[in-house]
């Protein structure tokens, strides 16, 4: 399974970028997807998730009304639309795939998560 994050950028404080992931190498469907950053000198945190049909979401209260999940599974693709970023937000954000097939709903466990992209980065600008 290979996972390709893409859209990252410098962007300024109350800016918006759109995150992309692109999957390959098992049913994109059948599974949900998450994103996660690490900042410098933390550990890496849960962003939001999604379920593998899309009606279920899940953030991190740190982006809730600011961030949206959302997947087209005819594109294999998961998306991150970042709005009204800060300057916080700056991190290196990874897409993963949760090892459940068919979970009702996304989880924030690490360990849920089997396929990891390479990350891309973003950094807000104050």
């Known amino acids: 399974v290979q996972l390709q994050a893409s859209g990252g950028g410098l962007v300024q404080a109350g800016g918006s970028l759109r995150l992309s992931c692109a999957a390959s190498g098992r049913t994109f469907g059948n599974y949900g997807m998450g994103w996660f950053r690490q900042a410098p000198g933390k550990e890496r945190e849960f962003v939001a998730g999604i379920n593998w049909s899309g009606d279920s979401t899940y953030y991190a209260d740190s982006v809730k009304g600011r961030f949206t999940i959302s997947r087209n599974n005819a594109q294999n693709t998961v998306y991150l639309q970042m709005n009204s970023l800060k300057p916080e937000d700056t991190a290196v954000y990874y897409c993963?795939?949760?090892?459940?097939?068919?979970?009702?709903?996304?989880?924030?466990?690490?360990?849920?998560?089997?396929?990891w992209g390479q990350g891309t980065q973003v950094t807000v600008s104050s």
């Open positions: 993963a795939g949760d090892r459940r097939i068919f979970a009702l709903v996304p989880t924030p466990r690490f360990d849920a998560y089997d396929y």
